[in-house]
């Protein structure tokens, strides 16, 4: 697993760019002992910039599987803006992804979505869940093991769990190394980076993560 990097701080904010394998907070890891749990980024924060905050001024959250950007408040008055924010859905938020199929050069989707009654952990699109809109523009093609791939920059509206990987994948186009949602286990985790979120007037950037970066590099078409 990669570090954790600082993209940014100041006495309000820090913008963290977390690394795929790390679980965001530990609301999913208490039923473990604390000899077997791992590192989340709650506790990275608790270690590195102590504070009283509900989940450590954690305002969002990323899969444990995906890498990218965090936004971390640091008052109680910054975290109170802060959600205000992605309440309000003021917060632009972008990220890339490697999704099985030969896709057209922009699209989107708007279809609720609600946790699977049926499968622990998986949600799915219901009627019946909360509303979610993606919006997907696409950067380049790709063969991979003789299937076609594209490599699209997704723009949220929304943020429900699951929600880029669940989209795709009900599109018939699930993202490379997801097993959960019928990805080809090409990774050990889902092509999934948050590499761009403007808020309150700023814009912050992450790189692509590594491991990605050596797949990109392993399959790029000369």
């Known amino acids: 697993m990669e570090e954790v990097k600082i993209i940014y701080e100041d006495d309000n904010l820090m913008v963290l760019d977390k690394p795929a394998g790390m679980v965001t907070t530990n609301e999913n890891t208490k039923h473990k002992t604390q000899n077997s749990k791992q590192m989340s980024l709650e506790d990275w924060i608790e270690t590195n910039r102590p504070n009283n905050l509900s989940r450590k001024g954690i305002v969002h959250r990323l899969d444990k599987g995906t890498s990218g950007i965090v936004i971390v408040a640091k008052t109680e008055?910054?975290?109170?803006?802060?959600?205000?924010q992605f309440k309000t859905r003021k917060v632009k938020k972008h990220y890339l992804a490697m999704v099985g199929g030969d896709l057209p050069a922009v699209?989107?989707?708007n279809m609720p979505i609600d946790r699977s009654k049926y499968s622990f952990g998986r949600f799915k699109v219901d009627e019946e869940g909360?509303?979610?809109?993606t919006e997907?523009?696409?950067?380049k093609k790709y063969k991979i093991e003789?299937?076609?791939y594209s490599l699209v920059d997704i723009s949220l509206k929304t943020g429900r769990t699951h929600q880029i990987r669940v989209?795709?994948?009900y599109l018939g186009w699930p993202l490379l190394?997801?097993?959960l949602y019928g990805g080809q286990a090409l990774l050990d985790r889902p092509f999934l980076h948050a590499y761009e979120i403007e808020i309150l007037g700023m814009k912050f950037n992450s790189p692509l993560a590594g491991d990605l970066q050596l797949l990109l590099k392993k399959y790029e078409e000369n």
């Open 107 to 109: 699209g989107s989707v």
């Open 136 to 139: 997907f523009k696409v950067i």
């Open 177 to 179: 190394g997801d097993k």
């Open 146 to 148: 003789g299937r076609a």
């Open 167 to 169: 989209h795709m994948s």
């Open 77 to 84: 008055e910054s975290l109170i803006e802060l959600k205000k």
């Open 130 to 133: 909360k509303n979610a809109e």
